[in-house]
């Protein structure tokens, strides 16, 4: 990484004590961010890279390679940002715009889906609706009788829905926030002319949230475009390629030069729409509601309309997060996939091997491999957190310490680079920088260390964030009236800023685990088949068809994110009530 | 307006108001009518129902009960349920908040309303050149909300309620995000524009030198009720409650509460004044002016013992403030005098009573002499 010339006029000022931390900083983040794509570019311009540029984009081979999943990728990701807009735009009106019964309820519920990783409701998914095409047992409704077409038990259609069912709620969270913004005041401004309600609608409140919608649904879409899980679950056993399958595949078979250009690709498609909804919102129309009260919001009274709206807000909330929970729980314990809710065994949990069910495996619990998953997860999760906040703090500080120069810019820019790229072509460019030997270093492929590596960079963007909020609250005034009490420093440190600090830190450090124990398209790539996590061996059993070991595996990781949630609001209360 | 209006014609009248919120009655019966280019100012406490009634005036809420016409024609009826729209009533609303849309410039916020009415394109950009010329806004014509300033904002939300040419022109507090320099300054723009063009309006405040020097017109509200209507000077010199008494005026008058004692009446054992002012009551409230009240004995007038606690410059003379009886229910008084007393917080001081006292007052409330 090399600074622009006009880093700090008198050339010789960069090297100064001061400046050390800083540039030390720079290192680091270039390590972990920018050498793995830089390095991932070059790789594809050596005489191999260039053949696989040919090979994927002008050759026999490029509708299979490119094209096809390009447009696979692009209908998933228009039609699921449609998908999330029409869902997340209507939950968000009805919690925050209407009086329909149980708005507190169903703002909550709106907001759960996100929780639940997509491998989640595209299992739930493939038990109730996988039809006996694939072999394997069938799922659920075909069990009972229904015949299910192909259309919908794979391919294109349940990736869209199970997506849409995932990210409607960032977008129900995004939506609604705008949505609350737009005051009584200014509704009622626009009743005082005269307007009729669709005028209102479409003349001040929908200009006044659209840059809350095109961040909507350019998020929605970059989250479709990148997304693993689903795809790779119900698209992949008919065929159905996306970028981010098609890219997995070729590293899997050994084309890693192949799976570089489609993960450069990727970066580029994802980039693309950022970058227009970008343009799109920001300028002089990039405005924030200035008015002062705010806080009051107009509610339309839905007559006739209100139960059944709240039906269908109830409706929707059911199936996107008690549904899948509940199949995924019920599937984990009955024997057959047909009757869900009859029969249940703790077998595929507890049961010992060589019996009757699951072809004599032993449940998840007496499985060594499982329980060898469980500790790596475990143990990722942790050791990626720590890792994470210390990181994001000493950058948060460097950032801070040297606000408004040249450095903390290229700083902070380059550490919210990885919220840009799709996890699965980040893992891809790791694999460039680090998957052959480097030097002196020895190949990283497969092992523990890589993955913690390219882990901690992915979740750099949210770990600065948390620690320039650490930050943001110790420097406040809670430092400066301990001062005012004639505390020393050493006191200060340990009454003040400590106290706070840590519980600000366990808060961030337990989303950065959280995300980690549920991701899979990073680990996807990078893992070893001798330490393997929990959502990959999650993965692989549902790929041979296990669904009640995938489904067990699954509603283990949905107990230890929500443990660790609870954990983090039991924190974030503490902090609260501390600060009042 | 459809209807001609003619002489006897209010342009705003109500007739036995009432607005219920489920159990909770914010407006129990109110009535007041104003002629046409009236300026009513509407003030009270916090919570006293202003914005409840400015609210239903607009149109944005429905009465519970009761009527409200403009012209002689019925626009709200809580038994009829006629209500006409925002439209057919003619009115314009300028909101505390401003409430400008932040996706249009000033000139497409001037205009929606406009576009709304059925404008078409020459006359409504002539009228926004007008409206803006009126604020003194012009150079701001195509800034963005976010853009201008919070005084700005302000003239913008104005302009914009002024540009339909309402007959009626509502104001919520709308000055009260301001700070009191532009304040002042505003007030007499609005007054100015007010006289421009002639529009009835209702004006809420709780600031009582705004209603006083805007007003033709004043209702003193409390718990929902107007406690006295009438010109502001009528309000100053005959208040018919105590609450207004003590409400308007700056400072506020003296309430002391007395009790009768043979042929005169008792404050703290001190006679004040005779009993027959007391109209056979055995207690009752003597009123007394801040200008009544000097510091220092004087022979032959009653005498108050008070504690000091602070004095401030008020238009060339000095405004103090006392504490009188027991520090349980000690009375604040305030006094106006020619220079700074002698004396520091906490001391004492006489208060001499000077004159009759300007009102007498039930211990209910109301005004009795
Ligand atoms: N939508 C409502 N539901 C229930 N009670 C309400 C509602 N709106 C107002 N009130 C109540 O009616 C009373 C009058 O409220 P209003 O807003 O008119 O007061 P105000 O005189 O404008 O006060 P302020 O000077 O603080 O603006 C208050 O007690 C308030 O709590
Ligand atoms: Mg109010």
Not at chain 1, 19 to 38: E, F, K, Q
Not at chain 1, 332 to 353: D, I
Not at chain 1, 521 to 537: K, W
Request: glycine share 10%.
């Amino acid at each position: 990484m090399s600074l622009p010339s006009t880093a700090a006029p008198p050339g010789r000022r960069l090297f100064t004590a001061r400046r050390l931390p800083a540039l030390l900083m720079i290192l680091i983040v270039g390590i972990l961010v920018v050498a793995p794509l830089l390095r991932i570019v070059l790789a594809t311009l050596t005489p191999g890279g260039l053949e696989a540029w040919q090979a994927v984009l002008a050759s026999p081979m490029s509708p299979n390679l490119w094209w096809r999943p390009l447009l696979n990728t692009l209908i998933l990701g228009i039609g699921v940002s449609a998908g999330c807009l029409l869902l997340g735009g209507f939950t968000a009106w009805l919690v925050v715009m209407t009086d329909v019964p149980g708005r507190r309820l169903l703002g909550v519920m709106h907001t759960l889906p996100f929780m639940i990783p997509s491998f989640a409701a595209a299992l739930a998914w493939g038990t109730l609706f996988r039809n006996s095409r694939m072999g394997g047992s069938s799922g659920f409704f075909e069990s009972n009788g229904f015949l299910i077409p192909d259309w919908l038990a794979w391919g294109i259609v349940p990736v869209l829905i199970v997506l849409i069912a995932h990210y409607y709620s960032l977008a129900f969270t995004i939506i609604g926030a705008a949505l609350s913004s737009v005051g009584a005041d200014l509704v009622e401004a626009a009743q005082m002319t005269g307007a009729r309600r669709p005028r209102i609608f479409f003349g001040i409140v929908l200009p006044v949230v659209t840059p809350a919608l095109v961040s909507a649904g350019s998020l929605t879409l970059a989250g479709a475009v990148a997304n693993f899980a689903a795809p790779a679950l119900l698209g992949l056993p008919v065929r159905m390629q996306t970028l981010s399958t098609r890219l997995f595949g070729m590293i899997e078979i050994g084309q890693a030069e192949r799976g570089f250009v489609l993960a450069l690709l990727l970066i580029a498609v994802s980039g693309v729409f950022l970058f227009l909804s970008d343009r799109l919102v920001s300028g002089r129309r990039a405005f924030v509601t200035v008015t002062g009260k705010g806080g009051r919001t107009r509610r339309f009274p839905l007559g006739k309309w209100r139960w059944p709206l709240c039906a269908l807000g109830f409706g929707l909330a059911g199936l996107t997060t008690v549904v899948p929970v509940l199949v995924l729980v019920a599937s984990s314990l009955a024997p057959q996939t047909g009757a869900l809710f009859s029969n249940w065994t703790l077998h595929f949990w507890l049961g010992e091997g060589g019996g009757q069910i699951a072809q004599g495996t032993a449940g998840i619990f007496r499985n060594p491999v499982l329980i060898g998953a469980l500790v790596n997860t475990l143990k990722l999760g942790v050791t990626v957190a720590l890792i994470s906040m210390v990181l994001g703090l000493a950058l948060a500080h460097t950032i801070t310490r040297n606000k408004g120069t040249v450095l903390a810019n290229v700083l902070s820019q380059l550490a919210f680079l990885p919220l840009l790229i799709p996890s699965i072509a980040f893992a891809a460019a790791y694999i460039a920088l680090f998957g052959a030997p480097l030097g002196p270093l020895p190949s990283l492929y497969g092992t523990f260390t890589l993955l913690v590596m390219a882990a901690a960079a992915h979740n750099l963007p949210y770990a600065v964030q948390a620690g320039r909020s650490v930050l943001g609250q110790i420097a406040t005034d809670l430092e400066e009236s301990a001062r005012l009490t004639g505390a020393g420093p050493l006191r200060r440190m340990w009454a003040i800023v400590f106290p706070l600090a840590i519980r600000g830190l366990l808060a961030g450090a337990i989303l950065v685990f959280v995300k980690m124990v549920r991701d899979l398209s990073l680990v996807v790539l990078l893992f070893s088949a001798t330490s393997p996590v929990l959502s990959m061996v999650a993965y692989r059993y549902a790929a041979e068809g296990f669904m009640q070991f995938a489904n067990a595996i699954t509603v283990l990781i949905l107990v230890i994110c929500l443990a660790a949630s609870l954990i983090a609001q039991a924190l974030q209360a503490r902090v609260q009530k501390w600060k009042e | 307006m459809a209807s001609a209006p003619t002489e006897a014609k209010d342009a705003i009248r109500i007739t036995h108001l009432v607005k219920r919120f489920g159990d909770f009655t914010a407006i129990p019966d109110l009535s007041l009518s104003v002629p046409p280019g009236a300026f009513l100012v509407l003030v009270g406490p916090s919570g006293c129902g202003k914005s409840t009634l400015l609210r239903m005036l607009a149109g944005l809420d429905d009465p519970s009960g009761g009527e409200i016409a403009f012209m002689g024609q019925t626009v709200s009826s809580g038994a009829g349920g006629v209500v006409a729209d925002p439209k057919k009533r003619n009115a314009g609303l300028v909101f505390q908040s401003y409430a400008l849309w932040p996706h249009m410039t000033v000139a497409g916020n001037i205009g929606w309303p406009l576009k709304v009415a059925g404008w078409d394109r020459q006359a409504r950009e002539a009228r926004i050149d007008e409206v803006l010329g009126l604020l003194g806004i012009a150079a701001l014509r195509d800034r963005y909300p976010a853009e201008i300033s919070g005084g700005q904002q302000q003239r913008v939300a104005i302009a914009r309620t002024l540009a339909p040419k309402p007959a009626i022109l509502l104001f919520d507090e709308p000055l009260s995000n301001l700070d009191a320099k532009l304040r002042i300054e505003m007030r007499s723009e609005l007054m100015r524009i007010h006289r421009a063009t002639g529009a009835t309006s209702v004006y809420v405040t709780h600031d009582q030198v705004e209603a006083m020097t805007m007003a033709s017109h004043v209702a003193v509200m409390n718990h929902g009720r107007v406690e006295q209507f009438g010109p502001p000077r009528e309000l100053l010199a005959r208040p018919a409650t105590t609450f207004v008494a003590t409400f308007l005026g700056t400072p506020p008058g003296n309430l002391l509460p007395a009790q009768r004692r043979g042929d005169w009446l008792e404050h703290a054992g001190v006679a004040l004044a005779p009993a027959a002012l007391a109209q056979g009551r055995d207690a009752v409230q003597l009123f007394y002016r801040a200008e009544q009240i000097g510091i220092g004995p004087a022979a032959g007038r009653p005498v108050l013992k008070a504690e000091f606690s602070e004095s401030a410059p008020m238009a060339g003379k000095v405004m103090v403030t006392a504490t009188a009886g027991a520090a349980g229910d000690a009375l604040r008084l305030s006094a106006i005098v020619d220079d700074f007393p002698d004396a520091r917080p906490g001391d004492a001081i006489d208060l001499t009573l000077s004159g009759a006292p300007d009102a007498v007052f039930a211990m209910t409330g109301e005004r009795i002499e």
